[in-house]
Structure formats: C-alpha cells, structure tokens
C-alpha cells in the first residue's frame, strides 16, 4: 500500500509512494504536520497532544479549522487535510510556526474566540 500527502497549505508534496507516513515537516512552507488517523477528529485530537496542546478541545479545533476556506488556511497556517493511499485514507493537522515558534500557538489563536 502507498500513501500520497500533499501539504493543504503551500501544495508541497510531504509524502509519495510510501507505505507509511509518519508526522514531521512540509519540505515547502516548514509547516509541522500531525495526526495519521482515520478521523479528522481523532488526528487533530493526537495532533494537539503532540503540539502540547492537549488542553484545547479537539471538536473546537476541528470544527474552527474545516470552517476555514483554503485561502483563510493559508493566511493563518492551519489546515486539516487527508492523505491519498490504496484504502482507507487518513486524516493529518497541518500547523505553520510562527516564526520558528511554538506551533501550538497557531492553532490557540485560531479557536481563541470558539473557546470562549
């Protein structure tokens, strides 16, 4: 089985070809990509853990972010995407750092007013 990922935010391929995609960063935009699950809400939920975020409600973050449009994903260097593979796809959270910065903040700043 190959998987295919391409990164939501820049276009970067992440992975091709290979049987297993395992978290790390977009070779493109340096964005930090997590999750590897079979639900979107189940791979922001590890994604956040592996960010140091567990605190953050993973409905919240998955809702904040599939309401973003691609453009608004960009702009704020958070998206949610699948990868491509023979079979059942799975689900990653891409987050850009800030500036070499924690990426966690990216996704606290996104669901800052949904968390209120």
Avoid at 23 to 34: F, L, M, S, V
Avoid at 37 to 49: F, S
Avoid at 53 to 82: M, W
Avoid at 103 to 116: F, N, Q
Wanted: aromatic share 6%; hydrophobic share 40%.
């Amino acid at each position: 089985m190959s998987a295919r990922l391409d990164c939501p935010l820049c276009s970067a391929v992440v992975a091709d070809g290979v049987p297993d995609i395992t978290p790390g960063t977009c070779p493109g935009c340096g964005a930090r990509y997590e999750g590897g699950e079979g639900a979107a809400g189940d791979a922001v939920q590890a994604a956040l853990t592996a960010l140091g975020a567990g605190d953050l409600d993973p409905a919240q973050v998955t809702d904040a972010v599939f309401r973003l449009s691609p453009e608004e994903s960009a702009e704020r260097g958070v998206a949610i995407t699948s990868d491509a593979r023979d079979g059942f796809y799975l689900w990653w959270l891409f987050v850009r750092q800030p500036d070499g910065g924690d990426p966690a903040g990216a996704v606290r700043v996104l669901i800052g007013p949904a968390a209120g």
